[in-house]
């Protein structure tokens, strides 16, 4: 079974990590490094630091739940 979504953040063992999500429907990746090979896969790619982004994007997902 693959998952509808895979959100992979700040990730650093590529190959092997590439490997095991690259059937997932929906890659969504956050990571530092804009070169990071998640992002030739990935449907959705923020380089970010994820200590700074995530915060923001639970507060916008919590805002729209609650609508």
Partial sequence: M???????VAIS?????????GRSKN???????PEAPFFKIARLGVVADY???????TDKLRAA???
């Fill in 2 to 8: 693959t998952p509808d979504l895979y959100i992979a």
């Fill in 13 to 21: 063992g590529q190959s092997q990590h590439v490997a095991g999500m």
């Fill in 27 to 33: 890659i969504v990746v956050i990571n530092t490094d």
């Fill in 51 to 57: 200590k700074k982004l995530l915060p923001l994007l």
């Fill in 65 to 67: 739940m609650n609508r």
